[in-house]
């Protein structure tokens, strides 16, 4: 029999499936647009686990499906998304996974105040879900992750804004037994206050709380942030963001019979840095902050990021996703967890018709642990991509 936690996660996830299907039915369906979406393709990757010591190679095929769809007027907006996918391997039958994911985006306005909910319920596996933190995907194992999101902003005058959000997460993982997979759940809260000294330019700070709860495990963590901002229109189609500050973090963990507390500092940022193309974009990031993971800690993780995508004509496009990861123990303590990761994807797209694209991409990752040595993988994906043209949702219900 599923126990009082287990029962109440599915009541979370059961009402927020609910809600979602119900809102366009309340809200009126020749209201509403709708955007489905299909994908269908093969790929190869000679270390399907990014195993140093056994690697291991495997073709397979993806298949995806994705509906979007919303609503927005003077006053208020909502959008929804569904996505369900599955992959197989040849090879590596045991690493089969089927995923899915469901999203509510909403907000309204009211005189100086707008109101802000987003949810998401999303299935998916430790081969994709753990890359920002403990890059574990030596196993498939099914994931839950259960969030909600609240906010409220008000305008103080034309110049000045305050913001406040609240983020809740819960994250449970199946069939792990003895495997170092532990469920967690994730709070977060912040305050914001915005200027704007001119058209151009925007300062802000945040204090912002969080709060980690490894229950399985008894590890608990709390942080709080200080931090400042500045947004700066630097051209026409040139933007620079930043946030930077300090935290304080204090952690409870059980030791031989004890409860051992620690408390440490270290620095916050987020970086950004953008272009704008006529055909095309740039995007360039770096950022610091304590994330959860399934080790049963927080993660102090800096993380780069560039995107590049540029259309060369009207049928041919070009884009490069870079993302790079570094993970280490909050108090700077040397842990056989210490992890670097980089993943480089380049994508060339030629369109078929307007509905139909095909994509053929090469995806290279390499990994390395203190306590293991480095690991590569090298993969190609060749994608057929069919995407609909948005239209009113009351002309699929006549």
């Not at 303590?333 to 139909?356: H, M």
Request: glycine share 8%; aromatic share 10%; with cysteine.
């Amino acid at each position: 029999m599923p126990d009082r936690a287990e029962c109440f996660r599915c009541g979370r996830a059961n009402a927020l499936l609910l809600a979602v299907v119900l809102i366009p039915a309340w809200a009126g369906a020749s209201q509403w647009y709708i955007e489905p979406s299909a994908s269908l393709g093969g790929f190869y990757d000679d270390n399907v686990r990014l195993s140093t010591d056994d690697p291991q190679s495997s073709s397979g095929a993806q298949a995806q499906a994705k509906m979007e769809s919303g609503r927005r007027t003077e006053v208020s907006e909502i959008g929804i998304g569904a996505r369900i996918s599955g992959t197989r391997y040849a090879d590596l039958s045991e690493f089969d996974e089927t995923a899915g994911s469901l999203g509510l985006v909403s907000a309204y306005r009211l005189d100086r105040n707008r109101f802000g909910l987003n949810a998401n319920v999303d299935y998916d596996s430790t081969l994709t879900s753990e890359i920002q933190t403990t890059g574990f995907v030596q196993v498939n194992k099914p994931r839950i992750s259960l969030a909600i999101n609240p906010s409220w902003s008000y305008s103080l005058s034309p110049r000045a804004t305050l913001d406040a959000q609240v983020k809740y997460q819960d994250v449970s993982y199946e069939d792990v037994q003895f495997i170092p997979l532990y469920d967690y759940t994730f709070a977060t809260a912040a305050l914001t206050s915005a200027y704007a000294l001119s058209e151009r330019t925007t300062v802000s700070g945040r204090l912002s709380y969080d709060q980690y709860d490894a229950p399985k495990v008894d590890t608990r963590s709390n942080s709080v942030g200080l931090e400042v901002g500045l947004n700066h229109l630097l051209s026409e189609t040139w933007t620079f963001s930043s946030f930077a500050g300090i935290r304080h973090a204090s952690s409870e963990t059980p030791t031989n019979g004890e409860i051992d507390e620690t408390e440490n500092n270290g620095p916050l940022f987020q970086v950004s840095l953008s272009k704008r193309f006529e055909t095309g974009s740039l995007s360039m990031s770096a950022s610091r902050s304590l994330l959860p993971s399934s080790n049963g800690t927080l993660l102090d993780t800096t993380g780069l990021a560039l995107a590049f995508n540029r259309q060369f004509s009207s049928l041919w496009a070009f884009q490069i996703d870079v993302q790079g990861y570094r993970n280490r123990n909050p108090g700077g303590e040397i842990s056989e967890n210490d992890r670097d990761y980089i993943a480089l994807e380049p994508r060339l797209e030629r369109r078929l018709s307007d509905s139909l694209r095909l994509g053929l991409s090469y995806r290279y990752r390499w990994q390395t642990y203190e306590s293991h040595g480095d690991a590569v993988s090298n993969a190609v994906f060749l994608t057929l991509n069919y995407i609909l043209p948005r239209e009113p949702l009351g002309q699929w219900l006549r």
